[in-house]
């Protein structure tokens, strides 16, 4: 082989790497394809899925899911799961990849979408609008958690910094706020009574929190699938 083929050959290895691939749920499924990654990060990571909800996080970790009507939650903890039981495991009190994806068909998940909105999306108000003549009663936010970071990386698209020992999106249902940050992002998809929404937290022990940004940024191309 020349040289100079040799050496893009060895630089493309370096650049993309495929990684295990492992179904969440029960019984599980023929796991999906999962995407290439960087070397570097695809020898830390796998591919966690639940139906049409995917995430990246750290290999050899464990994983259960929880579908309803209303959506599906994906955990992934380096905690030994009983599937048997896996609403009474506790995988929230220390690190943990939590994806969760809500569709409007029940009040409590289209109450979720709009406090989302309400924190994060403004100039998605319309939803709010909505939800207000069909559960007048609903009381929602009217501003961002005061010590979140967000960066709006497109107007259906926020990232988001939760502190330590603070409340903020990403702390979701069934995590334990402590001592470590989450990162994470928040996705629209859909218009109007129609919206969905999708979050992703991702807390990591401190060796591995370079991770963060690859797991959030796969989950940004995955996330508007699952509305398909």
């Given at each position: 082989m020349p040289r100079i083929a040799a050496l893009v050959f060895l630089a493309t290895l370096a650049r993309a790497q495929s990684i295990p691939s492992t179904d969440c749920t029960q019984p599980p499924q023929p796991a999906p394809k999962p995407p290439?990654?960087?070397a570097a990060d695809a020898r830390q990571l796998a591919y966690y899925s639940a139906g049409n909800l995917h995430v990246l996080a750290p290999r050899d970790w464990h994983c259960f899911t929880v579908t309803a009507s209303n959506g599906t939650t994906l955990f992934v903890t380096p905690n030994t799961i009983d599937t048997r039981e896996p609403l009474y495991a506790d995988p929230s009190t220390g690190p943990v990849v939590l994806a969760?994806?809500?569709?409007?068909?029940a009040p409590a998940s289209r109450?979720?979408?709009?406090e989302l909105i309400a924190r994060a999306f403004p100039q998605r108000r319309d939803f709010i609008d909505h939800l207000r003549q069909s559960i007048p009663a609903a009381k929602l936010p009217d501003a961002p958690y005061s010590t979140d970071t967000l960066i709006h990386k497109s107007p259906n698209i926020v990232e988001f910094t939760t502190p330590a020992r603070t409340e903020g999106i990403g702390k979701q249902p069934w995590m334990q706020i402590n001592s470590s940050a989450i990162d994470g992002v928040a996705i629209l998809t859909g218009e109007g009574d129609e919206t969905n929404a999708a979050i992703l937290s991702v807390r990591l022990p401190q060796q591995q929190r370079t991770l963060a940004p690859a797991i959030i940024r796969q989950f940004e191309i995955d996330a508007p699938k699952s509305a398909r």
């Open positions: 290439t990654l960087a969760s994806y809500h569709v409007p068909n109450v979720t979408i709009a």
